[in-house]
């Protein structure tokens, strides 16, 4: 494992930058002349990559995943122009581990967050984010939206591999006053890099569609890595008035929630649209996922969000909390109009996006698999055989088609609590005829239920680092 907890952040910022320059000037024998080219695959271009991540969007909450009810041309234009994931899994059902597996291309508890970030603690430095691996490949690399890795300024984006930072620090704000207003004293929380930026009374998704297009158009000329993680439609739930009025007829909390969603995709449009107008479209690859299942706090009028026959939301692992849409879109090298339904995870982009910017494989320790063989081909293998979740005391295991969720909570599906038995805190499913995790099986395959068990506890005494 690349860690080093306990050296003090100057010099493991320096080990581990030190340990980047040797990983891609070592990795082709290159000299640091060659800083453009370093640790690429002769010949091949550099695609600009936007990694586009909402925030608390549920499993099915974009129109072509299912929820008929929404408006959501931009992403299903996303979607008729790239390649649709069905079975595409977050690292974690909750905001800052999700973020950081993300980045990191580790399950959250290698990559040093196991929990949501508050005042103290964020991503450790010693981590290597995509954004350090597309910089050191020559890439401008920018933050627009939230972080909620680490709100100190020595744990700050501009420390882990973005060059330009605007958006805010904290799990979420008003879209405003830029105000977090959540817990303790009430703080603004709007960024510029490190300066603390007002901006009274503009609509926060406006201002970062706008920053985000300005940061494409500015570097246009060059390849660049923009990572637009938008805080909707996490609440508070602050949708244009225009979305307001077009769901007047649905009843709460559908109606706040999907109104937040359109204007998400709204904001979405622009950011393509600017790809589109400046005729980039064809050497960008788009990802696009949300960080997990929807919310059912009270903070957002105990739901809004769709997964459909999936059981749970987010803070759970079953599938509704874990289940994200994902789409990627790069036309004429990604397929368009395509469905893939192997088992992928966010740790998973990491590794693929190496691989479609024409750089050596990462060679440090990742969970993530390379995917791009599943985004050409229906057919591929799922690369993982299993997987991994721990939240708090819940903990999961996918072995195939086997799921085992132990400790997880009682739970919803569309918006009506499930029959929940002390006994189904071990619950074990098989996902190929029942994705809706309804059966417990745990009873009639205890064989099952212990070998998740041990796959579970290898991993996670292979991982825990306390
Ligand atoms: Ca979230």
């Given at each position: ?53 909402t925030?608390d969007q549920g499993t099915l909450d974009v129109n072509c995943y299912g929820s008929?009810d929404l408006?959501t041309?931009?992403l ?156 909707m439609p ?20 559908r109606?706040?929630y999907a109104?937040f969603v359109s204007?998400l995709d ?24 949300s960080?997990?299942g929807h ?9 809004g969000g769709n997964a459909g ?15 994200v849409p ?141």
């Open positions: 494992m690349l860690t080093g907890k306990n050296r003090n952040m100057t010099e493991s910022d320096c080990t581990r930058r030190d340990f980047l320059k040797t990983l891609a000037f070592g990795a082709i024998g290159m000299t640091l002349g060659g800083r453009r080219l370093v640790g690429r695959v002769a010949g091949q271009q550099q695609p600009n990559v936007i990694l586009i991540f925030d008929k408006y041309p931009s299903d234009r996303l979607a008729q122009e790239g390649t649709r994931f069905t079975q595409f899994y977050a690292g974690q059902p909750v905001c800052s581990p999700s973020r950081a597996s993300l980045l990191t291309g580790r399950y959250p508890l290698n990559a040093g967050v196991p929990g949501n970030v508050g005042r103290r603690g964020g991503l450790p430095l010693e981590q290597i984010t995509i954004a350090e691996m597309l910089k050191e490949a020559g890439y401008r690399t920018a933050l627009v939206g939230k972080w909620h890795l680490g709100e100190a300024a020595e744990l700050s984006p501009l420390r882990q591999g973005f060059d330009e930072f605007f958006g805010h620090k904290k799990g979420c704000i008003d879209n405003y006053s830029h105000f977090f207003y959540w817990s303790g004293p009430n703080r603004h929380d709007l960024w510029r890099n490190e300066e603390e930026f007002w901006a009274d009374g503009q609509y926060f998704p406006e201002m970062v569609a706008r920053e985000a297009c300005s940061f494409i158009e500015k570097n246009q000329d060059d390849p660049f890595f923009l990572y637009l993680a938008f805080n996490h609440y508070p739930t602050q949708g244009l008035e225009k979305y307001r009025r077009m769901y007047a007829d649905v009843d709460e909390p109606k706040s109104a204007t709204e904001k979405i449009g622009a950011v393509v649209g600017k790809v589109d107008e400046l005729g980039l479209r064809e050497n960008t690859l788009i990802i696009f996922l960080d997990h919310s059912v706090e009270e903070r957002t009028n105990f739901g026959p999936y059981r749970g939301s987010k803070f759970t692992l079953w599938e509704g909390g874990i289940r994902c789409i990627v879109s790069w036309p004429g090298r990604i397929a368009q109009g395509a469905v893939r339904d192997q088992v992928a995870i966010a740790a998973d982009l990491l590794p693929t996006i190496a691989d479609y910017c024409g750089l050596q494989p990462p060679d440090w320790e990742l969970d993530g698999r390379n995917i791009k063989s599943i985004i050409e081909s229906s057919q591929a293998e799922s690369s993982h055989k299993i997987l991994y979740w721990q939240h708090g005391k819940q903990w999961a295991v996918r072995e195939g088609d086997w799921k085992l969720v132990v400790n997880a909570p009682p739970s919803v599906r569309q918006g009506k609590e499930l029959p929940y038995k002390e006994s189904d805190k071990v619950f074990l499913s098989n996902m190929a005829q029942d994705m809706t995790e309804t059966n417990n099986l745990a009873d009639t395959h205890p064989d099952i239920v212990k070998r998740l068990t041990s796959l579970h506890e290898e991993w996670i005494t292979a991982v825990r680092q306390d």
